[in-house]
């Protein structure tokens, strides 16, 4: 079946802009989590959703970050007034549900400030 | 609060070599270890994982035994490929938390 998915694939945006990211989960996981790689970094865990439970805001960065996720499947990662140090590739991935380890990664949004 | 270290890379070795790729965590409570693989281009998988102590994952050739006593996950294979050439990375998931922490990644390049 189809996998993850997110759009855009490359996003290049103003400092002090507005953006909008996207991620499809797979059909049916409950569970949908963001994460943000910089250039030569290990994976960080920004936010993560779990059925209709209040979301695990814990890892994202600053006010200007926030998410949703409509009707427990499609989620919107928003980053308002953009500053350099937010470019990076932001992965999206989905599970079955909480308790299930397997996570599937969608191909990644890569987000240039200038 | 969870960590994971991994061997700092890159790490480059020829074709049919022997690999090792050390990763070391700390977790609160009773984490299940993962690694994950990221080829040229391609988005992130699973490569193998273990849920308890003494457990060893497998896939591809590649594996890894949880070591709770070491506090370890390290990934070996016993010779690699020019295809296995990729951004490894070591992560934990606790059975109370629904995120991973993931390593830094360690890139591997196998020339012929």
């Known amino acids: 079946g189809a996998g993850v998915s997110q759009s855009p694939s490359n996003k290049v945006t103003e400092k002090g802009k507005d953006v909008e990211l996207r991620c499809d989960p797979i059909?049916?996981?409950?569970?949908l989590y963001w994460y943000r790689q910089s250039l030569g970094q290990g994976l960080e865990f920004l936010i993560y959703?779990?059925?209709?439970?209040?979301?695990?805001k814990s890892g994202l960065p600053s006010d200007r970050f926030s998410a949703e996720r409509t009707g427990g499947s499609v989620s919107t990662l928003t980053i308002q007034r953009t500053q350099q140090e937010d470019s990076a590739v932001y992965l999206c991935?989905?599970?079955?549900?909480?308790?299930?380890?397997?996570?599937?990664f969608g191909p990644g949004t890569r987000l240039t400030v200038t | 609060g969870d960590s994971v270290t991994q061997m700092e890379g890159p790490v480059t070795l020829s074709e049919e070599a022997f690999l090792t790729i050390n990763c070391t965590y700390t977790?609160?409570?009773?984490?299940?270890l993962f690694w994950y693989v990221q080829y040229p281009g391609e988005g992130l998988q699973l490569l193998l994982k273990?849920?308890?102590?003494?457990d060893k994952g497998s896939n591809k050739g590649f594996e890894a035994t949880y070591r709770k006593e070491t506090t370890s996950f390290h990934l070996e294979k016993g010779s690699v490929q020019v295809s296995d050439s990729a951004v490894y990375f070591c992560?934990?998931?606790?059975?109370?938390?629904?995120?991973?922490?993931f390593g830094d990644g360690t890139t591997l390049t196998v020339k012929p």
């Open positions: 991935a989905s599970s079955l549900d909480r308790a299930t380890y397997e996570q599937y």
């Open positions: 059909s049916g996981h409950t569970a």
């Open positions: 959703f779990q059925g209709n439970s209040a979301p695990d």
């Open positions: 977790a609160t409570g009773y984490p299940s």
């Open positions: 273990a849920t308890k102590a003494d």
């Open positions: 992560a934990l998931r606790d059975t109370n938390a629904g995120k991973s922490t």
